[in-house]
């Protein structure tokens, strides 16, 4: 006799992250881009005209957790001086992670 076996997945959150620093022209999109496909989070990353990157990620708790510390350190060439999270919506039909707007 076969059960029906109901795995509870982790809700997903989204979270919207603004990187400050030397974080353009020194890798830093695709530092994130690689970090976010590691960890399994969906979403975006984007440079900013003021010289920031905002990133938007989807996960669980301990995925964006994962993440906010990878942004904290940044890639070699970065140097970032601040990071500021604020809750965003979940986007349902984002299911993989890309670099937005790379010009």
Request: glycine fraction near 10%.
């Given at each position: 006799m076969l059960k029906n076996i109901v795995v509870d997945q982790p809700p997903s959150q989204a979270r919207r992250f603004l990187v400050?620093?030397?974080v353009q022209g020194v890798g830093f999109r695709w530092f994130v881009e690689r970090e976010a496909h590691i960890l399994g989070i969906a979403g975006w990353v984007r440079n900013?005209?003021?010289g920031t990157v905002e990133v938007?990620?989807?996960g669980t708790r301990d995925q964006?957790?994962?993440l906010r510390s990878r942004l904290r350190e940044g890639p070699r060439a970065a140097r970032v001086d601040d990071v500021e999270e604020s809750e965003a919506q979940?986007?349902?039909e984002?299911?993989?992670f890309r670099i937005e707007g790379a010009w």
């Amino acid at each position: 006799m076969l059960k029906n076996i109901v795995v509870d997945q982790p809700p997903s959150q989204a979270r919207r992250f603004l990187v400050r620093g030397r974080v353009q022209g020194v890798g830093f999109r695709w530092f994130v881009e690689r970090e976010a496909h590691i960890l399994g989070i969906a979403g975006w990353v984007r440079n900013r005209s003021d010289g920031t990157v905002e990133v938007l990620a989807i996960g669980t708790r301990d995925q964006l957790s994962g993440l906010r510390s990878r942004l904290r350190e940044g890639p070699r060439a970065a140097r970032v001086d601040d990071v500021e999270e604020s809750e965003a919506q979940p986007i349902k039909e984002l299911n993989s992670f890309r670099i937005e707007g790379a010009w």
